[in-house]
């Protein structure tokens, strides 16, 4: 409920105003859910969903605040590249998904690339290094946009981004999942996921607002007015993140015995009862920890 009005809120704000009721009221409800939530949590659960103590490890917060980000820049730079070439270059639906398959279809190739690397030299050159590249792939097409600008002017910048993108995705789930024991890497990628959603919310809602401002639908050089803005918020938004990774340790946290994450050993004992002539008729199996 509470991620649900912080949500409601930015992506409502655009048509309604940020001082409008309706935004304000989602944005208060939401903030009281999410305290309640947290101090609940805080109190003692015997079972927290939640456990606070994790966001006291720098590369637990780091991650996720660098997935936060991440997100907001790249969803709200997607709404806007997408509809730059729609109505700001009059591409077809069908043309205006091709020429954006330079960007989006990059992790497809780099991001296994670049986890495989990660492994071998820790989290921190490719969190920081990623988001810078995907600033710098936002940036230069919002400089280089005018009415009438051509594809191969763009295609450089929005390849640099998938790049940048590619490198910064399996490095800031693997920081996330081994920042924390390994008992506990469910909730922390669950924790990452609900982040990364919640800052894609913010992302669109932020770069619509300011596309809003400073132009609209009114004309192609309105709409490259517009879009211009919304591309640099989303490139801030990235080189914020790039700063926060920064702080990021160099290495995912090392535990006893020189892992990653804890190691777990576990016995499987398997008990047959009774044989009949299809075969056993009670097979149990259980774990046991020695």
Not at 222 to 241: H, K, M, P, Q, T
Request: glycine share 14%; net charge positive.
């Amino acid at each position: 409920m509470g991620l649900t009005g912080l949500a409601w809120a930015p992506v409502r704000a655009p048509e309604a105003g940020w001082g409008s009721v309706e935004a304000l009221t989602a944005l208060a409800v939401g903030a009281v859910f999410v305290a309640g939530f947290l101090a609940r949590e805080r109190a003692g659960a015997r079972y927290p969903m939640l456990p606070l103590s994790q966001f006291r490890r720098r590369d637990f917060s780091t991650a996720n605040a660098s997935g936060f980000l991440l997100f907001a820049s790249l969803l709200g730079a997607l709404f806007m590249i997408t509809q730059l070439f729609r109505l700001g270059l009059g591409c077809s639906p069908l043309e205006a998904g091709v020429r954006t398959l330079v960007r989006n279809a990059t992790p497809l190739l780099v991001a296994p690339i670049a986890g495989a690397l990660a492994d071998r030299a820790g989290n921190r050159p490719f969190m920081p290094g990623g988001l810078v590249l995907q600033a710098t792939g936002l940036a230069l097409p919002a400089a280089r946009l005018e009415p009438g600008v051509g594809y191969g002017s763009l295609v450089l910048p929005l390849i640099v981004a998938g790049i940048g993108i590619s490198m910064a995705f399996p490095s800031v789930a693997d920081a996330v999942t081994s920042a924390v024991p390994l008992g506990d890497a469910g909730v922390a990628a669950g924790v990452n996921n609900a982040l990364r959603e919640l800052g894609g919310v913010f992302g669109v809602a932020v770069a619509a607002a300011v596309f809003t401002t400073y132009g609209g639908y009114g004309s192609p050089g309105a709409f490259i007015d517009g879009a211009g803005a919304a591309l640099w918020v989303s490139a801030g938004a990235a080189a914020v993140g790039a700063a926060v990774a920064a702080f990021a340790p160099s290495r995912g946290r090392t535990w006893a015995g020189g892992c990653r994450s804890p190691p777990t050993l576990f016995i499987v004992v398997v008990t047959i009862k009774g044989v009949g002539s299809y075969g056993p008729r009670h097979v149990g199996v259980r774990q046991v920890r020695p």
